[in-house]
T-cell receptor, first 118, second 106 residues
Framework: DAMVIQNPRYQVTQFGKPVTLSCSQT?????MYWYQQKSSQAPKLLFH???????NEADTPDNFQSRRPNTSFCFLDIRSPGLGDAAMYLC?????????????????FGEGSRLTVL | DAKTTQPNSMESNEEEPVHLPCNHS???????IHWYRQLPSQSPEYVIH???SNVNNRMASLAIAEDRKSSTLILHRATLRDAAVYYC???????FGAGTRLTVKP
């Protein structure tokens, strides 16, 4: 059974039209991450939530926002998508960040949401 | 900023062992090393992680240098299905570097 579920799997939007991608998890993990992965590149971390604490990567554009209304759900909002934002967006979770014996545990990834910008 | 360095690509023959190296010279004392792999058209998947001791699981083994500045992921018998991009990352931040693209030849 899928533990990290992303919707939609495919999203087509127009240049400048806002889009929201969702991620839900059944693992009750404290940490949720959003990554952007462009073709033939490594996943790039955009931000993560540790519980309700939001942590933005320094080079994440302001165009990208996130919300986490509860433990299970996290959203990625792209306010004004440009052609350069076309990518696979990956959501991942982990039990914690640091400090626990065994570390934070591994990342669990969803299947991703592929965004096309016309 | 925690960074890892891996070779861009490696090749292996099917059913032979593969040793994938990773340098992480800036790692802190409590920072775990994680390995993930990404098969074509799939999301990354967890392979193994460790702190100081060598680790084994059903997928692979992880050998961590005594000074913890490097580690090696060992696939004991490569199969065609192991062809993927392999990433080693620090648990601090879970940021991915460029990874190593492993090609397995029949």
């Amino acid at each position: 059974d899928a533990m990290v579920i992303q919707n939609p799997r495919y999203q087509v939007t127009q240049f400048g039209k806002p889009v929201t991608l969702s991620c839900s998890q059944t693992l009750n993990h404290n940490v949720m991450y959003w990554y952007q992965q462009k073709s033939s590149q490594a996943p790039k971390l955009l931000f993560h939530y540790y519980d309700k604490d939001f942590n933005n990567e320094a080079d994440t554009p302001d165009n990208f926002q996130s919300r986490r209304p509860n433990t299970s759900f996290c959203f990625l909002d792209i306010r004004s998508p440009g052609l350069g934002d076309a990518a696979m967006y990956l959501c991942a979770t982990s039990r914690s960040l640091v400090g626990l014996a065994g570390g934070p545990g591994e990342l669990f990834f969803g299947e991703g949401s592929r965004l096309t910008v016309l | 900023d925690a960074k890892t360095t891996q070779p861009n690509s490696m090749e292996s023959n099917e059913e032979e062992p593969v040793h994938l190296p990773c340098n992480h010279s800036t790692i802190s004392g409590t920072d775990y090393i994680h390995w993930y792999r990404q098969l074509p058209s799939q999301s990354p998947e967890y392979v193994i992680h460790g702190l100081t001791s060598n680790v084994n699981n059903r997928m692979a083994s992880l050998a961590i240098a005594e000074d913890r500045k490097s580690s090696t992921l060992i696939l004991h018998r490569a199969t065609l299905r192991d062809a993927a991009v392999y990433y080693c990352i620090h648990q601090m931040g879970m940021r991915f570097g460029a990874g190593t693209r492993l090609t397995v030849k029949p």
